[in-house]
């Protein structure tokens, strides 16, 4: 980078002018590099970007080609990732305009883990999923935990949020309702806004994380409860004729000062539109979005729309549906790296150069805007003490447990919250959990009451690493073999069961069955034990209505919220503990004095994958046993798994008494 002062970089003149200034010194290269948003990896400059099967350009390669945005997947420390933006930022200084890097990310402040959605939060703090906030309905709680997420952002140097999620969870079956508030359109709207507040502040500047609310004009609706990541499920489809309905939300974030939106990849269907996935159509984009919403940030498209999920499109070349995609009004292209193709389009006729000069200034303008072309580098020696501090993990732990929804609550021993020092059988839930709560036995007849923790059921499908077997779709009934498990414990003895709603599973077999009935939206052992034993109350109410089955799933009408006849709970449904006074929380002198009565270091239903190959005895056991675990695809994300999903995966390559082996190895260290 040249060392003569150019007026773009004088922090004294405003942005507009620096911006002008800047783009009338950029090359055609300069103006196309800026326009993606592909994958990076944290690790050397020059290491090639491998996720799963998938092998791309190296970070340098990437900025080389001028590009100067990019999308991170993998979560190690906080200082591994402020070390790494550091020498991204430092190699961008040496590119002739000295660009600065935008860096992106996916949720990851929950328990999704998904490499095409959002990342388990590793280093950062840890908090309920979007829809335990639906379920709290506090916005005051989500512009604390935004801006928390903003802080913890901006001490690493991801300056770019690529949510909140603010499509409406109206078909039950979508594997991507975890990440919405629910299914009320007020609750989304004003949450949304608040998490856009406490991203951005009341304007976008130096201090901000700027926000990319998703998806437009409203995910959600999608046919038979399918995911428009897979050619199956890009039918968006509107029986009921709720267009207006998902829009809603993004008519307030647009009205809070949201810097980016991203349409999904969904095709339109029987509503009027061109069917084209909403990135390659200019109703939606230019028409609605630009015209008649009167919205003038950026607009990126979801990731992969030219080489993978071109839905509509997928007869034209690469070059037509670039084409197609400019011409409907998106500024960038989220996930392909691909900008010599806009050179050459460009220098071809075929797309004027003044089109990008269009995006290209609303790129340029939000990086002024956040202060990055002034100061784009972090403190490393501070990332670790301000990312995932103390009260960051308690004020999460205390949401998770805020955000649980009483279902049922029994009669018996097992009426919550529970008595203290009780003998508990526990299945799902880590032994340890109930140190200084409860005395731990290995079997029902030895207990006063069982607890067992349950998720959501799903289908699971795609190859161990690929994107659609992280995608949690499918039927929502408890298998016949699950529901007689429960009710074979619950006539043993008086049973909690609590059920994580990742998506509204259908709990009609469970409550008929006497046992007390709680949900959470994502929460740790520590965090469900806090309510179990009534040192936290439970405070959720549903944000989506729960089914009573699959047939009546079937009668849904997908863009309608709570469109199931007879549910077994309806939306808003939630109890409260009776006259509820908070239990102490247990010392490390009630800790000691609580015992564990049960064979195995970990839990092996919950307790990751990660821990388990970490561990010095554990891990060397189970690379015997799975000699290949070690290169899967996308182990990054598979590492955080919890480990009975694995091996109930693994049941159909090694067989059935290859596991048992293995489990009885692992319970016997």
């Not at 130096?206 to 890009?234: I, L, R």
Request: overall charge negative; aromatic content about 8%.
């Amino acid at each position: 980078m040249t060392e003569a002062g150019f007026p773009y970089q004088d922090r004294g003149l405003d942005v507009d002018q620096r911006v002008a200034d800047l783009l009338s010194r950029m090359a055609l290269a300069d103006k196309a590099g800026i326009m993606f948003q592909p994958m990076a990896v944290i690790g050397e400059l020059d290491a090639p970007a491998t996720f799963g099967g998938f092998t791309g350009p190296s970070t340098r390669a990437m900025l080389d080609k001028r590009v100067n945005h990019v999308n991170i997947l993998q979560a190690p420390t906080a200082r591994d990732l402020a070390e790494w933006v550091n020498a991204v930022q430092a190699e961008a200084r040496r590119q002739p305009l000295g660009i600065p890097v935008t860096v992106s990310t996916d949720p990851r402040h929950s328990f999704g883990n998904n490499p095409g959605t959002a990342i388990m939060a590793g280093p950062f703090s840890q908090w309920p999923e979007m829809l335990g906030f639906g379920a709290l309905n506090d916005p005051e709680l989500v512009e604390r935990f935004a801006d928390t997420v903003r802080r913890e952002y901006l001490a690493v140097g991801i300056r770019l949020a690529l949510h909140p999620q603010i499509d409406l969870a109206t078909e039950p079956r979508w594997c991507r309702a975890s990440a919405t508030f629910g299914q009320d359109v007020v609750i989304a709207s004003r949450l949304g806004v608040a998490y856009v507040k406490g991203l951005q502040g009341e304007r976008l500047g130096v201090e901000s994380v700027s926000a990319m609310a998703k998806h437009f004009p409203g995910g959600g609706p999608q046919k038979d409860g399918e995911d428009p990541h897979f050619a199956y499920g890009k039918e968006q489809v509107y029986p009921g004729g709720q267009f207006e309905l998902h829009l809603r939300p993004f008519h307030e974030v647009i009205a809070a000062g949201v810097s980016q939106l991203m349409p999904y990849y969904g095709v339109p269907t029987g509503i009027g539109l061109e069917e084209v996935g909403f990135s390659f159509n200019r109703a939606i984009v230019t028409d609605l979005l630009r015209e008649q919403l009167d919205f003038d940030g950026i607009v990126c498209s979801d990731w992969g729309i030219l080489s993978g999920t071109c839905w509509g499109v997928e007869d034209l070349t690469y070059e037509l549906r670039m084409l197609k995609a400019l011409d409907a009004g998106i500024d960038q292209f989220g996930g392909e790296f691909t900008p010599d193709v806009l050179v050459q389009l460009v220098r071809a006729g075929r797309v004027d150069e003044s089109r990008l000069d269009v995006s290209v200034r609303r790129l340029l303008r939000e990086k002024f805007t956040l202060g990055l072309f002034d100061d784009p580098f972090v403190d490393v020696e501070q990332s670790d003490r301000l990312v995932g501090t103390p009260a960051a993990r308690e004020a999460g732990l205390a949401a998770q447990s805020a955000a649980h929804t009483l279902l049922r609550n029994a009669v018996g021993a097992h009426h919550l919250p529970l008595a203290k020092r009780i003998k508990a059988y526990a299945e799902g839930i880590a032994p340890t959990a109930f140190a200084g709560r409860a005395d731990v036995v290995a079997t029902p007849a030895e207990a006063d009451v069982a607890v067992l923790r349950l998720v959501a059921p799903w289908e699971q499908r795609g190859t161990v690493g690929s994107v659609e077997f992280f995608m949690h779709a499918g039927r929502l009934d408890f298998s016949e073999e699950q529901i007689l498990h429960v009710r074979e414990i619950s006539e043993q003895v008086p049973t909690v069961v609590d059920v994580y709603l990742e998506r509204p599973a259908i709990l009609t077999a469970l409550k008929d069955l006497d046992v007390s009935l709680i949900a959470n939206f994502g929460a740790t052992d520590e965090a469900f034990a806090r309510v179990l034993f009534g040192e936290a109350e439970p405070l959720g109410k549903l944000p989506f209505q729960l089914p009573s089955s699959m047939d009546a799933i079937a009668r849904n009408r997908p863009d309608v919220p709570g469109d199931t006849p007879d549910p077994a709970f309806e939306f808003g449904y939630g109890l409260r503990y009776e006259n509820w006074r908070p239990s102490p929380a247990p010392t490390d002198d009630d800790r000691a004095k609580t015992m564990v009565s049960r064979a195995g270091r970990f839990d092996l239903a919950t307790v990751t994958l990660g821990t388990v190959m970490d561990d010095a005895e554990a891990g060397p056991v189970l690379a015997e046993a799975m000699p290949d675990l070690a290169h899967l695809p996308m182990l990054d994300m598979v590492r955080n798994m919890p480990f009975g999903t694995v091996l109930d995966i693994a049941v159909d390559q090694f067989g059935t008494a290859a596991i048992a082996a293995l489990k009885e190895r692992l319970h016997a260290l």
